[in-house]
């Protein structure tokens, strides 16, 4: 069993609409939750991270955290065709140094 | 410029061969990694070095060695490509006061055939 699981979609939806991007973990050890950003043929890119529980915000991106459910949210407002892209979680661990565990990403479209 | 580069973008080798794909970075990190991507399996850690004398494995590092030439490059080498390492390949580089932060490269395209 995978240690982060993320729906690949393809999710697709309307210009303005609210979306929200979900992944599961099975390691309670994860403290910092961070979330990628990766077009198509260009490499990920980091959209914000939280630390432990609670969230976060960053203009129409919202960070959400819930370590009792082990559950990571990523919420944008608004959304626009500009934010059409693979959208990946990455967690670590206190102890794990700098390394990441990646779920496998989520394909959302935007339609105008 | 791009401040993490990676060549060849793109590669078509036959089984068998030695490839070698080379990662330069000009941000002055001190840490760099490795990845392969996959389609349903996401992104991989292969190696990962934090700085010129110390290099660790991945979760999948078996069938690839890395060098670390200078603190600015990092090269991941097949010594003997197989079918099943046809991915698309990420360097990544991160600061060791901002663990949190990997920024990468364009990626580089491999298929073995």
């Known amino acids: 069993q995978k240690e982060v699981e993320q729906d690949p979609g393809p999710l697709s939806v309307p210009e303005g609409a609210i979306v929200s991007l979900n992944c599961t973990y099975s390691?309670?050890?994860?403290?910092?939750f961070m979330w990628y950003r990766q077009y198509s043929r260009k490499g990920p890119e980091l959209l914000m991270y939280t630390y432990s529980s609670g969230n976060k915000e960053d203009g129409r991106f919202t960070a959400q955290v819930d370590k009792s459910s082990k559950y990571i949210s990523l919420f944008i407002r608004d959304s626009q065709p500009s934010d059409s892209a693979t959208y990946l979680c990455a967690m670590r661990r206190e102890t794990s140094g700098s390394r990441l565990t990646f779920g496998e990403g989520t394909q959302l479209t935007v339609n105008p | 410029d791009a401040d993490v580069t990676q060549t060849p973008r793109n590669r078509i080798t036959k089984t068998g061969k030695r490839i070698m794909l080379e990662c330069s970075q000009t941000k002055g990190h001190d840490r760099m990694y490795w990845y392969r991507q996959d389609p349903g399996l996401g992104l991989r850690l292969i190696y990962y070095?934090?700085?010129?004398?110390?290099?660790n494995k991945g979760e999948i590092s078996d069938g690839y060695s890395v060098s670390r030439q200078a603190q600015a490059k990092f090269s991941l080498s097949l010594e003997s490509a197989i079918p099943n390492q046809t991915a698309l390949y990420f360097c990544a580089t991160s600061d060791s006061a901002r663990l949190n932060e990997q920024y990468f490269g364009p990626g580089t395209r491999l298929t073995v055939t």
């Open positions: 070095s934090f700085d010129v004398k110390d290099i």
């Open positions: 390691n309670s050890a994860f403290q910092y």
